[in-house]
T-cell receptor
Framework: EAGVTQFPSHSVIEKGQTVTLRCDPI?????LYWYRRVMGKEIKFLLH????????ESGMPNNRFLAERTGGTYSTLKVQPAELEDSGVYFC????????????FGPGTRLTVT | KQEVTQIPAALSVPEGENLVLNCSFT??????LQWFRQDPGKGLTSLLL?????REQTSGRLNASLDKSSGRSTLYIAASQPGDSATYLC?????????FGTGTSLTVIP
């Protein structure tokens, strides 16, 4: 069974540009999460989807970040326009149920904004 | 607000030694606590998940304990091996969100 996959693995963009990150969860997992780790800090929650609905987006830093999960399968996280402080590693995770079950993480996308 | 702390930030031990990694959290109202391993450039691999009603979980040479009242969890690694070298992260589920510690970077010296 394939695990959580993320694309691209690494992205380097200039300040002001747009970047879209993609996450494909484990098949059958209704719950999808986005996290971010900036340099030297802990991994922080961004948002949580249950199928195609946003269950909790309290961790989204500002309105430059837009997450979608059309059809309840893969998800995209768009950053527009990107700022220097957006640099970091963006992780996606999925789980079968919301709580009580393990979250399975993807390898992450390293975003560098120059 | 839940805060998760891991001590030490880095640890270096000779091969074969038993070791303990510590994780503390400020709000005891957690649903569960999960330990992860992260290798350089890779994602997070789940090691052990402890539900709030449990005291410990074991998998092979790994044993994780949970003491909610004191806000602590420990990950015990027996007979450490060079392949155990990685960053170990704990994460507490609190109000349907995951709160991560900053991790402990472990190096096992052959």
């Amino acid at each position: 069974e394939a695990g959580v996959t993320q694309f691209p693995s690494h992205s380097v963009i200039e300040k002001g540009q747009t970047v879209t990150l993609r996450c494909d969860p484990i098949s059958g997992h209704d719950n999808l999460y986005w996290y971010r780790r900036v340099m030297g800090k802990e991994i922080k929650f961004l948002l949580h989807f249950v199928k195609e609905s946003k269950q909790d987006e309290s961790g989204m830093p500002n309105n430059r970040f837009l997450a979608e999960r059309t059809g309840g399968t893969y998800s995209t996280l768009k950053v527009q326009p990107a700022e220097l402080e957006d640099s970091g590693v963006y992780f996606c995770a999925s789980s079968q149920t919301q709580v009580g079950y393990e979250q399975y993480f993807g390898p992450g996308t390293r975003l560098t904004v120059t | 607000k839940q805060e998760v702390t891991q001590i030490p930030a880095a640890l270096s031990v000779p091969e074969g030694e038993n070791l303990v990694l510590n994780c503390s959290f400020t709000d005891s109202a957690i649903y569960n606590l999960q330990w992860f391993r992260q290798d350089p450039g890779k994602g997070l691999t789940s090691l052990l998940l402890i539900q709030s009603s449990q005291r410990e979980q074991t998998s092979g040479r790994l044993n994780a304990s949970l003491d909610k009242s004191s806000g602590r969890s420990t990950l015990y690694i027996a007979a450490s091996q060079p392949g155990d070298s990685a960053t170990y992260l704990c994460a507490a589920t609190h109000r349907n969100q995951f709160y991560f510690g900053t991790g402990t970077s472990l190096t096992v010296i052959p």
